[in-house]
């Protein structure tokens, strides 16, 4: 018997990640339903779309009726919600596409989940916890006071989560990951900006003092530790993801120049983010002691590969940088 799942956010970065990562590590079959917003590229997947396999399509996982049809027609077991709008800045700038895609999306998820009795896996994030001092890790146990409208509607979204969890019995559970990089991520967060920028020799902006800290893990670990968490995670169980691996900014941006062989002059300290959180870390004992998982690859080595894969795949860089992301651009750093 096919066993299927739905990938939401599957033409993303994380989300076309774990596409790949399906298809090669196990026998599942997927949909993959993506908005293709402007972070949605199918570029990402573009060898996956003739896979028997896979099946992509185009619609909003606030849209009821797409995501009943996908699950009845597709005979769907379970769906993993990466579908998200990510990017802190321009939640600041503009909150309301992250209520409607991360919170009425994941609710109209859940529903879905509860009619037909699905597996549900949330793709959250440590960001739920709002920011460290110096000392400290995040637990499970650590209250939830998000700080930005990003982490605010992704803890919104975790609180409807185990609603349905404890009002109807959803049999869901949630992951919260620490800051991902790897390939194919969209050159608006930190690791990819400032990659691309350092090899057009662009001033690389790095916000304040350049010494907030985050917590950083390959993309590869995170999706290893979201399908242990599909397979083996409990009902109502929150799992921290992290490879304790915590740099400033600064030290990053600085690592990124030296592989490139750039000068540290192209650093430009540039005005702070609002709200800016000083410190994430997180702590993934129970993740690794319950479910046996544990992340593979070092910041060190992640980040040559990344830095590699960027350098080797300019199409891919040019195609995303020509499009809406240049208004953007202009208009966040215009300063
Ligand atoms: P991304 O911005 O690269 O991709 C998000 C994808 O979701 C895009 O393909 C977009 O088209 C799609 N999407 C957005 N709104 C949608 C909607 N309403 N309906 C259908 N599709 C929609 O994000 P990412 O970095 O891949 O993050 C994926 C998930 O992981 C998110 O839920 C995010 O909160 C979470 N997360 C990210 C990180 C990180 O460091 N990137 C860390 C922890 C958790
Ligand atoms: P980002 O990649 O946006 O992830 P998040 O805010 O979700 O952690 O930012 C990572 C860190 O890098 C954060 O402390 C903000 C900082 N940053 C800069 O200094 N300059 C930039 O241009 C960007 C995008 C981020």
């Known amino acids: 018997m ?14 076309s990640n774990f596409v790949r990562f399906v298809l090669n590590k196990t026998d599942y079959s997927i949909v993959i339903l993506d908005a293709l917003t402007y972070a949605g590229n199918t570029e990402n997947i573009a060898e996956y779309l003739t896979d028997e396999r896979c099946t992509f399509i185009k619609g909003r996982i606030e849209d009821n009726e797409i995501i009943r049809r996908i699950c009845t027609e ?7 919600n990466f579908a998200a709008e990510t990017h802190v800045d321009r939640s600041i700038m503009d909150p309301t596409p992250f209520v409607l895609s991360n919170v009425m999306g994941t609710v109209s998820l859940l529903n879905m989940a509860r009619e037909l009795n699905l597996r549900y896996v949330q793709i959250s994030t440590d960001e739920v916890y709002g920011s460290l001092g110096n000392d400290g890790l995040f637990t499970e146990y650590t209250p939830i006071q998000p700080t930005s409208p990003y982490s605010a509607s992704k803890a919104s979204a975790d609180h409807f989560v ?16 620490s800051n991902n990089y790897g390939a194919m991520q969209f050159p608006e967060k930190l690791i990819p900006l400032m990659i691309l920028n350092a090899m057009e020799d662009k001033a690389l ?18 999706n290893s530790a979201v399908w242990s968490v599909y397979k083996s995670g409990k009902k109502g169980e929150v799992y921290n993801i992290g490879a304790s691996s915590e740099q400033n900014n600064i030290t990053v941006v600085k690592m990124i120049l030296k592989a490139l062989n750039k000068s540290e002059s192209l650093i430009q300290y540039v005005k702070d983010r609002p709200g800016h959180d000083r410190r994430y870390a997180i ?7 319950e479910l046996n998982w544990k992340p593979e690859i070092t910041f060190d080595e992640g980040l040559s590969s990344t830095i590699e894969w960027y350098c ?24």
């Open 205 to 222: 902006p790095v916000y304040g003092d350049g010494l907030n800290v985050r917590d950083w893990i390959h993309v590869d670990d995170h």
């Open 162 to 177: 185990m609603s349905f969890v404890h009002t109807y019995g959803v049999n869901a559970s949630i992951t919260r990951c």
């Open 2 to 15: 096919i066993k299927r799942i739905l990938i939401t956010g599957g033409a993303g970065f994380i989300g």
């Open 283 to 289: 702590d993934a004992t129970k993740i690794r002691t």
């Open 312 to 335: 080797n795949n300019m199409e891919w860089c040019n195609n995303v940088r020509s499009g809406e992301y240049r208004n953007y651009y202009e208009k966040h750093y215009k300063q």
């Open 74 to 80: 597709y005979d769907i077991e379970g769906i993993i």
